[in-house]
């Protein structure tokens, strides 16, 4: 896989760090248990999104693009990095925020992600929960393509198959430090809502015969139809990047049952795998992505999903920014 035939732009800090949670491991008595540190990657507090953004806006650029415009929740990690890669840039940003969580704390709407999305110079519009954020984008390309600038629309999460190649160069990244450490690594472990990142690791680990799983938690979807959407991307980013062969469904694997009341709705979980992950390996995760997707890591432990002598890495998608928004949760433990 030649990811240096697509257009490319340099922001993440890779490689990023791979490191033992060796307190978790023990707390939970086993699996050995590792976490891939994609908070890291440094745009504006990091994610996972700054690598998909790498692509993206290299795209962006090659089309001549003077304003990219994207959307997602209010409490948007996606939008904070798109926010700031086009402040690196010099390109304006369009940012749509949809109020999917009923009744939020006092800093919501205001604080975390959000304030940083103003501090960043985007222009933020918000709309209510249920609009269809697909024509809500092309509509605000329209209104600036009417006043003379050029836009580029980046999806929701920045999943689409260009995107997702961030996650390619992941899978490649990480397997490379395993080598480098000699770690047999079995299974890697992650939150997975819009599906890029699942359909990029998936694509680039299948693409290499690396023999690991993917296991998805999935912060907003019941389990098939998350899965058929991350099947169906997959697909699309094996295609776009030249991988021979089908991939087969059942190498998407997404598990459901950490959802709780919808997409950023807290849960008892989530607040438990947060507050455990920073107590015992001193990691800040964040409430909607990385929180829940440490729910279900710990909780598959504990029922004995994973064998002892198994390998598992943790995927940090980032986020941590909007912790901020949802303080009131942790003040109360």
Known sequence: MHLSRYPRVRFCHGPTPLEPMDNLTRLLDGPRLLVKRDDCTGLATGGNKTRKLEF????????????????????SNHARQTAAAATKLGLKCEIILERRVEEPGPQYDSGGNVFLDHLLGAKIRHVPGGTDMTAALDDVAKEVSGRGGKPYIVPGGGSNPVGALGYVN??????????????????????????????????????????????????????????????????????????KGAIARDRIMANSDYVGGGYGVPTPGMIEAVTLTARHEAILLDPVYSGKGMAGLIDLCRKGYFKKDQTVVFLHTGGSAALFAYQELFTEQ
């Open 170 to 243: 992941c899978a490649m990244e990480l397997l490379q430090q395993a080598n480098d450490m000699a770690i047999g690594i079995d299974t890697v472990v992650h939150g997975t809502g819009s599906g890029g990142t699942q359909a990029g690791l998936v694509a680039g680990l299948e693409g290499t015969n690396s023999g690991i799983d993917v296991y998805g938690i999935s912060v907003r979807q019941p389990k098939v139809k998350q899965e058929e959407a991350v099947h169906d991307l997959t697909l699309a980013t094996a295609e776009y990047v030249g991988i």
């Open 56 to 75: 993206l806006m290299g795209e962006a650029l090659e089309q001549g693009a003077d304003t990219v415009i994207t959307q997602g929740a209010v409490q």
